[in-house]
Structures are given as structure tokens and as C-alpha cells.
């Protein structure tokens, strides 16, 4: 992974660092790979992350053909 630091500065640098880095997923590895998960513990885990993926694709799909009203925008200030 790589990241160019424009006009030294470093600030900008690590925060587009720590971005991509998430969008990997590479916190979440290092979280589950600090301690050791029970093989059930891991079995429950992913079955619940496939519950959560489903779920959202019905979600999504229900959204698109209009049945459910879609989430409203966020109006962030800058």
C-alpha cells in the first residue's frame, strides 16, 4: 500500500494511510487475529455476518423497486 505526501504534509498523508487501510479491512484482521477464536466462536461469527449481507441485499433490492422509502441523505456542513 502506498500513499504520496504532497507538500510534507504528513497530516493529509496518514488519514488517506488510515482509509484505505479500513476499506481493506485490515483493523478488523489485526483485531481478530490479536487473541484466539474458538472454532464454534467463528462459526457463529461468520453465520451472523452472512445474516447481516443478506439482509442488506433484500434491503437494497426492496429499496430499488421502490417498496421501501430509500435512507434519507445526511447534509454534512464542511
Not at 507538500?7 to 476499506?23: C, E, G, S, T, W
Request: glycine share 2%; no cysteine.
Amino acid at each position: 500500500m502506498q500513499v504520496l505526501v504532497r507538500d510534507n504534509n504528513v497530516d493529509q498523508a496518514l488519514r488517506v494511510l488510515k482509509k484505505k487501510m479500513q476499506r481493506e479491512g485490515l483493523f478488523r484482521e489485526m483485531k481478530a487475529r490479536s487473541a484466539y477464536e474458538k472454532p464454534s466462536e467463528k462459526r457463529t461469527r461468520e453465520k451472523a455476518e452472512a445474516v447481516r449481507r443478506q439482509r442488506k441485499l433484500a434491503r437494497k433490492k426492496l429499496q430499488r423497486e421502490g417498496l421501501l422509502p430509500a435512507p434519507k441523505k445526511v447534509v454534512r456542513p464542511r
